[in-house]
């Protein structure tokens, strides 16, 4: 997303007449950044543009650096309720197979 980000930026950024270029200026550092620049070229900005530039930097530092995998407490839980998952349908499963053997056999469920 940050190289995506970067050419998106560039583009819009050069094909827009002075007076809007001007006010989509705020982006200018934002590439600047996200080719390796500091971060205290957001210092000057507006709040809200800051704000802003700081949502895109985090969104791309965040598609560079994944979501570590889920803690391994997480992993025994999901594998637990699995297991008694299929504990419940093995015993329904069961049920069936009996209230069919007694239908065709004629004796009466239990």
């Given at each position: 997303?940050?190289?995506?980000?970067?050419?998106?930026a560039?583009?819009?950024?050069g094909a827009?007449?002075?007076?809007?270029?001007q006010?989509?200026?705020f982006l200018?550092?934002v590439?600047?950044?996200?080719?390796?620049?500091?971060?205290?070229?957001?210092?000057?900005?507006?709040?809200?543009?800051?704000?802003?530039?700081?949502?895109?930097?985090?969104?791309?530092?965040?598609?560079?650096?994944?979501?570590?995998?889920?803690?391994?407490?997480y992993?025994?839980?999901?594998?637990?309720?699995?297991?008694?998952?299929?504990?419940?349908?093995?015993?329904?499963?069961?049920?069936?197979?009996?209230?069919?053997?007694?239908?065709?056999?004629?004796?009466?469920a239990?």
């Open positions: 997303m940050r190289q995506g980000w970067l050419h998106a560039r583009r819009l950024l827009q007449p002075p007076e809007t270029r006010t989509l200026g200018e550092p590439c600047t950044i996200l080719e390796g620049g500091e971060k205290s070229l957001l210092d000057p900005l507006p709040p809200e543009q800051r704000e802003f530039a700081l949502k895109v930097l985090a969104r791309c530092d965040a598609d560079m650096n994944p979501p570590a995998p889920p803690p391994e407490r992993c025994r839980l999901t594998e637990t309720w699995l297991e008694e998952e299929i504990e419940g349908r093995r015993a329904i499963e069961k049920v069936w197979r009996m209230r069919l053997a007694c239908r065709l056999t004629g004796r009466p239990r």
